[in-house]
C-alpha cells in the first residue's frame, strides 16, 4: 500500500487525472468499434435477441415449435404415438426443459416424461427428438404447440460480410470512395503548401488580410456555401460542355471545402520552422520554389499527415457532398450513400448492416494508425510562436 501511495506521489495527481482521462477516451471509442466487429461476426438469430458483449457465452431463450400432423401417428399396442425432432438435421442447439404452455415454459425438464392427464404423455430430449403418446387416436390438422427453453453455444460466420460485398454492391461503392477520398486528400494538401508558405515567408501586401480571410472561412458552414458553389459549377460546366456529375467536380468541391483548414494548420507550422535554416538557404542563392521543395517540406510532414488524416476521414465519411456533385447512381454512390440505403431496405437485419458500417471503418482506421505518431506533433506545431 505504501508503495502504491508513493508512486502515485511520483506521478502526480494532475498527470494521473490527464493519464486516466485518457483512457476514458479510449475505451469510449473501443467499446463500439469493438461492438460493431463482433455483431457483424455473428450469426442473426442470435443477434437479435442479444448483446454483443454475450457473444462468448451461452445463450438461453424461450423459443416455440410445432410436433408433426396427427397424421403421422402410429399405433403401439394400446396407445397412439407421434415422434419426431423438432430441430432439422445438424442443428446444434440443446432443449433444457420445455412445457406446453406459455406460462410455464420450462415446467419440465429435458429428458422426463410430462403427464398431460388422461393417459396422455409427452416427453423431449435435450436433442430434440420427442414422443407424444394417448391412448385415443389423434385428431386434427395441425400438431400441437409446445414451449422450450435453449441453450444455444456462441456461432460465428463470416456470411454477413460476404453477402454484403457481393449482394449489396457494397465493393463497387468501396472503389468509387478510394476514387474520391484519394485526390480530394492529396489535392487540398498540395494547393495548400504552396498557398501556406507564401503566408508564413514571403512578404506582399495583403498577407494579413488573406491570414485573416483564411481563419474566417474555416468557420462558414458547409451548407451555406455549397449551393452557390453548385450553381457556379453547373455555369461553367455548361459553357465548356462538361456533365455536371462527375468525380472531378467533387475533387474540387472538397478541395474547396477542405483548404481553409489546411491553409491554417500547415502555416501554423511552417511559420514555426527554424528562421535561421530558411535566411541561410536564401544567402547560398536558393529560390523560394527550391526552399518550399527541398527544406520547407520535408520538414513540414508531420503537419502534412496531421491535415491528411483530417481531410481523408471528412471525405470518407461524407454523404451530403458526394450526393449533390456526384449522384446516386450504381456506378457512382459512394460507401455512405450505400450504407444509407441499406438503413432504408434492410432496416432489421443488424448482421448487415453492422457489417457494412465495420467495412466503412476499416480504411479511416489504418490510415489514422498509419499517421497518428504525426498528429499531435502537427496540431501543436506552431501553437505557441507564430510570426
Same mark, same amino acid.
Given at each position: 500500500?505504501?508503495?502504491?501511495?508513493?508512486?502515485?506521489?511520483?506521478?502526480?495527481?494532475?498527470?494521473?487525472?490527464?493519464?486516466?482521462?485518457?483512457? /476514458?477516451?479510449?475505451?469510449? !471509442? &473501443?467499446?463500439?468499434?469493438?461492438?460493431?466487429?463482433?455483431?457483424? &461476426?455473428?450469426?442473426?438469430?442470435?443477434?437479435?435477441? =442479444?448483446?454483443?458483449?454475450?457473444? &462468448?457465452?451461452?445463450?438461453?431463450?424461450?423459443?416455440?415449435?410445432?410436433?408433426?400432423?396427427?397424421?403421422?401417428?402410429?399405433?403401439?399396442?394400446?396407445?397412439?404415438?407421434?415422434?419426431?425432432?423438432? !430441430?432439422?438435421?445438424?442443428?446444434?442447439?440443446?432443449?433444457?426443459?420445455?412445457?406446453?404452455?406459455?406460462?410455464?415454459?420450462?415446467?419440465?425438464?429435458?429428458?422426463?416424461?410430462?403427464?398431460?392427464?388422461?393417459?396422455?404423455?409427452?416427453?423431449?430430449?435435450?436433442?430434440?427428438?420427442?414422443?407424444?403418446?394417448?391412448?385415443?387416436?389423434?385428431?386434427?390438422?395441425?400438431?400441437?404447440?409446445?414451449?422450450?427453453?435453449?441453450?444455444?453455444?456462441?456461432?460465428?460466420?463470416?456470411?454477413?460480410?460476404?453477402?454484403?460485398?457481393?449482394?449489396?454492391?457494397?465493393?463497387?461503392?468501396?472503389?468509387?470512395?478510394?476514387?474520391?477520398?484519394?485526390?480530394?486528400?492529396?489535392?487540398?494538401?498540395?494547393?495548400?503548401?504552396?498557398?501556406?508558405?507564401?503566408?508564413?515567408?514571403?512578404?506582399?501586401?495583403?498577407?494579413?488580410?488573406?491570414?485573416?480571410?483564411?481563419?474566417?472561412?474555416?468557420?462558414?458552414?458547409?451548407?451555406?456555401?455549397?449551393?452557390?458553389?453548385?450553381?457556379?459549377?453547373?455555369?461553367?460546366?455548361?459553357?465548356?460542355?462538361?456533365?455536371? #456529375?462527375?468525380? /472531378?467536380?467533387? !475533387?474540387?468541391?472538397?478541395?474547396?471545402?477542405?483548404?481553409?483548414?489546411?491553409?491554417?494548420? &500547415?502555416?501554423?507550422?511552417?511559420?514555426?520552422?527554424?528562421?535561421?535554416?530558411?535566411? =541561410?538557404?536564401?544567402?547560398?542563392?536558393?529560390?523560394?520554389?527550391?526552399?518550399?521543395?527541398?527544406?520547407?517540406?520535408?520538414?513540414?510532414?508531420?503537419?502534412?499527415?496531421?491535415?491528411?488524416?483530417?481531410?481523408?476521414?471528412?471525405? !470518407?465519411?461524407?454523404?451530403?457532398?458526394?450526393?449533390?456533385?456526384?449522384?446516386?447512381? #450504381?456506378?457512382?454512390?459512394?460507401?455512405?450513400?450505400?450504407?444509407?440505403?441499406?438503413?432504408?431496405?434492410?432496416?432489421?437485419?443488424?448482421?448487415?448492416?453492422?457489417?457494412? /458500417?465495420?467495412?466503412?471503418?476499416?480504411?479511416?482506421?489504418?490510415?489514422?494508425?498509419?499517421?497518428?505518431?504525426?498528429?499531435?506533433?502537427?496540431?501543436?506545431?506552431?501553437?505557441? #510562436?507564430?510570426?
Amino acid at each position: 500500500m505504501a508503495a502504491a501511495v508513493a508512486q502515485l506521489r511520483r506521478i502526480g495527481l494532475p498527470r494521473l487525472i490527464v493519464h486516466l482521462s485518457v483512457l /476514458a477516451i479510449v475505451l469510449l !471509442w &473501443l467499446f463500439p468499434t469493438l461492438g460493431i466487429f463482433i455483431s457483424a &461476426l455473428r450469426d442473426k438469430d442470435q443477434l437479435a435477441v =442479444s448483446g454483443w458483449w454475450t457473444a &462468448l457465452s451461452t445463450a438461453h431463450r424461450t423459443e416455440v415449435a410445432r410436433l408433426a400432423d396427427p397424421a403421422t401417428q402410429k399405433q403401439e399396442g394400446n396407445l397412439y404415438v407421434i415422434a419426431g425432432n423438432v !430441430w432439422e438435421a445438424g442443428d446444434a442447439r440443446t432443449i433444457d426443459s420445455f412445457g406446453t404452455r406459455i406460462q410455464e415454459p420450462s415446467a419440465v425438464k429435458a429428458g422426463e416424461t410430462a403427464d398431460l392427464g388422461e393417459g396422455e404423455t409427452l416427453q423431449v430430449n435435450a436433442d430434440g427428438s420427442y414422443r407424444y403418446a394417448k391412448p385415443e387416436a389423434f385428431d386434427g390438422s395441425r400438431g400441437r404447440r409446445i414451449y422450450l427453453t435453449v441453450t444455444t453455444p456462441p456461432e460465428f460466420t463470416f456470411d454477413n460480410y460476404r453477402t454484403v460485398l457481393n449482394s449489396e454492391g457494397i465493393g463497387r461503392a468501396f472503389i468509387n470512395s478510394l476514387t474520391v477520398a484519394i485526390p480530394a486528400t492529396i489535392i487540398p494538401i498540395l494547393v495548400a503548401a504552396f498557398a501556406a508558405y507564401a503566408l508564413s515567408w514571403m512578404r506582399f501586401a495583403g498577407r494579413t488580410l488573406m491570414i485573416a480571410m483564411v481563419v474566417g472561412l474555416i468557420v462558414v458552414p458547409l451548407q451555406m456555401s455549397l449551393i452557390p458553389l453548385l450553381r457556379m459549377y453547373n455555369e461553367i460546366g455548361t459553357i465548356f460542355g462538361v456533365p455536371s #456529375k462527375t468525380y /472531378a467536380g467533387i !475533387w474540387l468541391a472538397h478541395t474547396a471545402f477542405g483548404m481553409p483548414l489546411a491553409i491554417y494548420l &500547415l502555416r501554423n507550422y511552417m511559420v514555426g520552422l527554424p528562421k535561421e535554416i530558411i535566411e =541561410s538557404a536564401r544567402v547560398d542563392g536558393a529560390s523560394d520554389f527550391e526552399i518550399f521543395v527541398k527544406i520547407v517540406l520535408p520538414l513540414s510532414f508531420p503537419a502534412l499527415a496531421s491535415f491528411a488524416i483530417f481531410q481523408f476521414l471528412w471525405v !470518407w465519411n461524407d454523404l451530403l457532398v458526394a450526393m449533390v456533385f456526384l449522384g446516386t447512381t #450504381k456506378d457512382q454512390i459512394v460507401l455512405t450513400g450505400n450504407l444509407n440505403a441499406l438503413l432504408g431496405s434492410r432496416g432489421g437485419n443488424w448482421e448487415i448492416l453492422t457489417a457494412s /458500417a465495420f467495412i466503412t471503418i476499416i480504411v479511416p482506421l489504418i490510415v489514422f494508425f498509419a499517421l497518428q505518431r504525426y498528429l499531435v506533433r502537427g496540431l501543436l506545431a506552431g501553437s505557441v #510562436k507564430g510570426g
